[in-house]
């Protein structure tokens, strides 16, 4: 009897054994590729993303880069409702709301959904990602996000990412094509632990390092501040570059923003006004005049002209301000002393049709091709209608409109000895021979007599409280009124409101850096008492920075 029970359970196993091996000869052999295409299928993930994006940085002293727009990663703290016992539920809002800080009542009404996703809090913080990460039920999910280190500095340069992940605005729009990663597919397998990405075709973006100097940067953008604090300034800009390169070193607008809450703005701060904004310069645009009739060979410094307080041309009466008289000046008074009806008198030795060449020949009808984006440029059309009225006024800056980037342009000229600059804010491999156009735009000799006039004006003109003790510094005040169609009212003329500013370079005779200084209506009565101290300010600290020994003994 119990040899047929042991034979009868040996033939159920050898049955059993059969049937197993049976089919596992069928799925394995028979439908194999048919179920490994299948297990595949459900292992494999497959998703269609973007490389990840370039980084950007700026310069400093020691060489080292700064990194104000980068990649991190951020996290978000999630639960799945729908696999929670009843128990836990129970249990869960108290100790949820202990480890994130956030209302009991909250949690109920993600647990009371019975979703599968339900976000609790997102951006946690490093402490909170660590006590989440040893808490059962609730879970962590990553997200790399785009971030600004520095938060409101150089913001009208670096531009920011928007919610689609494109770049909006400066460098991060000019560039996108380059910063941004190239699109590709990421294969993952999952396996029982998680899942691993296998390939990824995926590209990063590359990186782009600025030839803005982080140092002078932030000292600019706080005197700035400061300055617009205290003369009451509706805004203004300041544009620090190289002028023997073209390097910008420092650019910035008030008010500022910060750039990982730039959804909080108004869109109207995101414009970059020193290459996005036309305005007219007033008095720091003499010097282009006068070079202009120096190179022409129509006028030299010591030539002299009787000012008698206001010039005629056709109906209109040109005068200078404050309704002051000179009486007998030379060309370099003219400059010191910002005489209106003196430099239309120099305009006047070289004609109508040759100043224009020359503002042409120096950049001011087209823009400049800095790499930021959006530059603008005025087209000047009731200037270039060509009335003598319209001339005379544009040769001290007044109707005519120009961007701050080409006011720098023109002013590197100057600086540099009569060759033109492009104006660039990303680092070239090799700067000097890549940045100096062959173009010359005046004599050397042209540019040293009116860089010697310019810094007889800050030694001893109208620019003096821009002067430093032991440097010679070339500047130019200006102070233009803004016209009413500025302030968006239709209506002709000037309100009397004004736009002050300095334009400046030094040292004067081996120039490193050019200054432009614009405050948006300021409540002081000239650039003498608003710009030209900025423009003080920011000089003593580049030489200081920089180590420019002294041109004379204190």
Request: hydrophobic share 35%.
């Amino acid at each position: 009897m119990c040899d047929k029970r042991l034979w009868f359970i040996f033939g159920v196993i050898i049955i059993i054994t059969g049937a197993l091996s049976f089919r596992l000869f069928h799925l394995q052999v028979l439908d194999g590729s048919t179920w490994r295409a299948q297990a595949q299928g459900q292992q494999r993930i497959f998703e269609r993303s973007m490389g990840e994006r370039g980084s950007i940085y700026l310069s400093s002293v020691n060489g080292l880069p700064v990194p104000v727009a980068i990649n991190k990663n951020i996290y978000h703290a999630y639960i799945s409702p729908r696999e929670l016992t009843r128990e836990e539920k129970k249990e869960a809002p108290a100790l949820f709301a202990d480890i994130l800080d956030i209302e009991e009542d909250l949690i109920k009404e993600h647990i009371e959904k019975n979703t599968g996703y339900e976000v609790l809090k997102r951006n946690l913080s490093s402490e909170e990602v660590e006590m989440v990460r040893d808490t059962p039920n609730i879970h962590l999910y990553r997200e790399r996000v785009r971030s600004y280190p520095e938060g409101d500095l150089a913001s009208h340069i670096i531009g920011f990412v928007g919610g689609e992940g494109v770049g909006q605005y400066g460098i991060e729009q000019y560039y996108e094509d380059v910063i941004g990663g190239r699109a590709g597919v990421r294969e993952g397998l999952k396996n029982p632990w998680g899942s691993f990405i296998a390939k990824d075709s995926t590209q990063r973006g590359e990186d782009v390092n600025l030839t803005v100097d982080y140092n002078i940067q932030h000292f600019a953008q706080s005197a700035l501040e400061r300055t617009v604090e205290r003369v009451n300034a509706s805004g203004g800009s300041v544009l620090i570059g190289n002028p023997k390169t073209g390097e910008i070193l420092a650019m910035t607008n008030y008010p500022f923003f910060d750039l990982n809450n730039y959804s909080r703005e108004d869109v109207s701060v995101f414009k970059n006004s020193a290459v996005q904004e036309t305005f007219e310069p007033g008095s720091v645009f003499k010097p282009i005049t006068m070079v202009a009739a120096i190179d022409r060979g129509a006028v030299n410094p010591e030539d002299t002209f009787y000012d008698s307080g206001e010039k005629r041309i056709h109906n209109r009466v040109i005068r200078n301000y404050n309704q002051r008289a000179y009486g007998l000046v030379t060309a370099t008074e003219i400059m010191e002393k910002s005489i209106n009806t003196g430099i239309v008198h120099v305009k006047d030795q070289v004609g109508n049709d040759v100043f224009l060449e020359y503002l042409k020949e120096f950049g001011f009808f087209e823009t400049t091709g800095i790499d930021l984006h959006g530059e603008v440029y005025s087209q000047n059309r009731s200037f270039l209608e060509g009335h003598d009225a319209n001339f005379a006024t544009a040769s001290y800056g007044q109707g005519i409109e120009i961007t701050m980037v080409q006011l720098f342009r023109a002013f590197a000229v100057l600086a540099n000895g009569g060759v033109l600059v492009d104006p660039h804010i990303v680092k070239r491999e090799n700067e000097r021979e890549t940045s100096l156009s062959e173009k010359r735009i005046i004599s050397p000799v042209a540019a040293s007599l009116v860089t010697e006039m310019m810094v007889s004006t800050v030694e001893q003109g109208f620019g003096s409280t821009a002067k430093i003790p032991g440097y010679y510094l070339a500047g130019k005040t200006g102070t233009a009124q803004v016209a009413w169609s500025k302030l968006g009212l239709q209506k002709r003329g000037y309100s009397d409101r004004t736009i002050q500013g300095f334009a400046g370079y030094g040292p004067a005779f081996d120039p490193e850096f050019v200054i432009l200084v614009k405050l948006d209506q300021p409540q002081t009565r000239s650039a003498e008492v608003s710009a030209a101290p900025l423009f003080k300010e920011i000089a003593e600290y580049i030489l200081r920075y920089k180590k420019i020994p002294y041109d004379y003994d204190i």
